[in-house]
């Protein structure tokens, strides 16, 4: 099951104390102490696996090492590496400690989440002309950290909305040659599926309904996704007994969750019209296109149906 949703806690590596020494070679007496180390950090990078975030299901907590401490005869205390933690792009990083609030938008774009400690001066960086001998050393400073709640929110250029058993992972599946899990039966899709036609991203979302935005059923998990999609692509099936209500839930859904998400441009899909008659899939569409003049009639087996909707894609391509 894809986790899209999950609180962390970081803890950056401290930086290693510096040492309070003295030169024990004959001619070249003073102060030698080295200075610690810097704590390793920690960062966030971007990758295109929507499925990253289930490295945190089981572990919650990860942590740097201190940086080393300074050792005598000037040795300075070894810094530690980085550590990357890798999450998908569309990641908002919430701090919850700070408020603050990032996110990752593109593949191997880095984050930093948390700074490692310094490390601290030896004895020797506190030497001068009338402290030939000094005794002083500084602690490393601790490295920070922080409880994070990390939200994958989908960065899509469509996203594909509509009922359980509307078309749309068989349409993702026939226009990106994506591999979306399809049957005839409610929820087939329990996650989100991305596919790419060109440098178009589009994202089919899980069946959406009634009450949905209210937390009812698998919807109110998935309308964040669709926030961030440009259109939205609205699929109502063709063997609907209302087609006109089916279009008024999910617009209800959409509307109801956010203003901005109802706004959104929308183009409407009547898939299966292989399924019904001519002259019933007439009476449906002309009522379809009463509430909203996009709406067309598509098939997965119409090639040249496709070929319309392969045609919006074209022009949404060449408007990005």
């Given at each position: 099951m894809l986790i899209d949703d999950i609180t962390i806690r970081i803890k950056a590596g401290d930086g290693g104390a510096g040492k309070a020494a003295f030169n024990k070679n004959k001619m070249s007496l003073g102060p030698c102490g080295g200075d610690g180390g810097k704590g390793g950090d920690i960062y966030f990078e971007g990758v295109s696996d929507l499925s990253a975030l289930s490295q945190f299901k089981h572990k919650k907590e990860f942590l740097t090492k201190n940086g080393a401490d300074g050792r005598g005869q000037f040795m300075d205390g070894a810094d530690v590496p980085d550590l990357i933690l890798k999450i998908?792009?569309?990641?908002?990083?919430?701090?919850?400690?700070?408020?603050?609030?990032?996110?990752?938008?593109?593949?191997?774009?880095r984050i930093l989440a948390a700074s490692g400690g310094f490390g601290g001066k030896g004895n020797f960086k506190f030497r001068s002309p009338r402290n030939t001998t000094p005794m002083q050393f500084q602690r490393g400073t601790p490295g920070e950290e922080y409880v994070l709640r990390l939200e994958l929110k989908l960065i899509a250029d469509v996203g594909l909305v509509g009922l359980p058993n509307a078309g749309k992972s068989s349409l993702l599946n026939e226009l990106t040659g994506a591999q979306s899990k399809v049957a005839n039966y409610p929820f087939t899709t329990l996650e989100p599926s991305l596919g790419a036609y060109f440098e178009l991203i589009l994202a089919d979302i899980p069946g959406l309904i009634e009450g949905a935005s209210g937390g009812k059923g698998l919807g109110i998990k998935f309308l964040?996704?669709?926030?961030?999609?440009?259109?939205?692509?609205?699929?109502?099936?063709?063997?609907?007994?209302?087609?006109?209500?089916?279009w008024r839930i999910i617009r209800k859904e959409l509307e109801t969750y956010s203003k901005e998400l109802g706004e959104k441009s929308e183009y409407v899909f009547f898939t299966k019209s292989d399924m019904v008659a001519p002259k019933e899939l007439k009476r449906k569409i002309a009522i379809l296109k009463k509430l909203n003049k996009k709406a067309i009639a598509i098939s997965i087996h119409d090639s040249d149906s496709l070929e319309e909707v392969k045609k919006i894609l074209n022009k949404i391509q060449s408007e990005k």
């Open positions: 998908p792009v569309g990641t908002v990083i919430r701090n919850t400690d700070t408020g603050e609030q990032k996110e990752i938008v593109k593949t191997k774009e964040k996704h669709i926030e961030r999609t440009k259109i939205i692509f609205h699929l109502v099936s063709a063997e609907s007994e209302d087609c006109a209500r089916d």
